[in-house]
């Protein structure tokens, strides 16, 4: 059974950081892409970056430079290092991977910035 689970938010001042995990099981972690994604209130999933299985990254242009996306596959686990956070980066933030020829989600993980 594949289970993506992802911890690490919180609620920060703008300006703050945290850095989101995601923990994999079910697949053969180091083989496979992992994508991370968020969603705010009232607004559609929005991607924001993914890695490849040999740690090529891309971002989202808008994303660059404040998110960092990394992985260690000894630990089966995708990193989101989020800085310099803003209060529009208020969102549930969810990690994807695809395994089997199906999409897998985690439950999310709410970020929340004050101003």
């Known amino acids: 059974q594949v289970r993506l689970v992802e911890s690490g938010g919180g609620l920060v001042q703008a300006g703050g950081s945290l850095r989101l995990s995601c923990v994999v099981s079910?697949?053969?972690?180091?083989?496979?892409?992992i994508g991370w994604y968020r969603q705010a209130p009232g607004n559609q999933r929005e991607w924001i970056a993914d890695i490849t299985s040999g740690g090529i990254t891309n971002y989202d242009d808008s994303k660059k430079g404040r998110f960092t996306i990394s992985r260690d596959n000894t630990k089966n686990t995708a990193y989101l290092q989020l800085n310099n956070l803003k209060p529009d980066d208020t969102a549930v933030y969810y990690c994807?991977?695809?395994?089997?020829?199906?999409?897998?989600w985690g439950q999310g993980t709410q970020v929340s910035v004050s101003s």
């Open positions: 079910g697949i053969t972690f180091s083989s496979n892409a």
């Open positions: 994807f991977t695809v395994w089997g020829g199906l999409g897998h």
